[in-house]
């Protein structure tokens, strides 16, 4: 079973409109990561957030983790066309070495 | 100046063949990584090295095979190729971790190989 799911599995959205995504995991995490992944792409990273941490910003992206209830949103504020992609979290277990597991992704379309 | 460059881009073979991906960096990451991504879009890992060490080896076929010659290259190859390793392959790369303290990986482009 995967460590990272992700909610929903696709979303559509208009540019201008934020966009939520979700990841929710299974055991305890040290960090948690959050990629884009272009069509015919590899994966690009957007954002760590670390497990003592509870928000993080980067431009248009806010990310949030909720340790409690093992679950972490990112959050694309005013959207554009070149915001589509999918996109995936991340995680590294406590206690674990070197060992990232890619959640199953949401796939984001930005219609212009 | 491409960071992690991955060779070839696509590869279309016969079932029964033996393949090789060629994986670089140009970052001084001394960590690499092997994923494969099915059809589906799930991103398994398979290997990663450290430093030309094997630390990670996911319940993967003894057909494939990660050689790490140096800490830039990372090459994976597959003996007698089956269906279903048609996939993408990624290479990845980043710092080594420091304690809790994992770094982001960088990707390559990817190799699309599909056996027929």
């Known amino acids: 079973s995967q460590q990272g799911e992700e909610d929903p599995q696709a979303l559509s959205i208009q540019e201008g409109e934020n966009a939520t995504m979700n990841c929710s995991y299974k055991t305890s995490i040290n960090n948690l990561q959050w990629y884009r992944q272009n069509s015919g792409r590899g994966l690009v990273h957007l954002i760590l957030i670390r497990s003592n941490e509870r928000e993080k910003h980067s431009g248009r992206l806010r990310v949030t983790l909720d340790t409690s209830k093992k679950s972490s949103s990112l959050l694309i504020t005013a959207s554009r066309a070149a915001d589509t992609a999918s996109y995936f979290c991340?995680?590294?277990?406590?206690?674990?070495?070197?060992?990232?597991?890619f959640g199953t992704g949401t796939k984001l379309q930005v219609i212009p | 100046d491409t960071a992690v460059s991955q060779t070839p881009k696509y590869l279309v073979t016969q079932m029964g063949n033996d393949k090789s991906i060629k994986c670089e960096q140009n970052?001084?990451?001394?960590?690499m990584y092997w994923y494969k991504q099915d059809s589906k879009k799930f991103l398994k890992i398979m290997f990663s090295?450290?430093?030309?060490?094997?630390?990670i080896n996911e319940t993967v076929p003894n057909r494939f095979s990660p050689k790490s010659p140096d800490k830039a290259h990372l090459n994976l190859h597959i003996n007698s190729l089956e269906l279903g390793d048609s996939a993408v392959y990624f290479c990845?790369?980043?710092?080594?971790?420091?304690?809790?303290?994992?770094?982001?990986?960088?990707f390559g482009p990817g190799t699309r190989l599909t056996v027929t």
């Open positions: 990845a790369s980043s710092q080594q971790q420091r304690g809790t303290r994992v770094y982001e990986q960088y």
């Open positions: 090295y450290n430093n030309k060490e094997l630390i």
């Open positions: 970052l001084g990451h001394d960590t």
């Open positions: 991340a995680t590294d277990l406590s206690g674990g070495y070197q060992k990232v597991t």
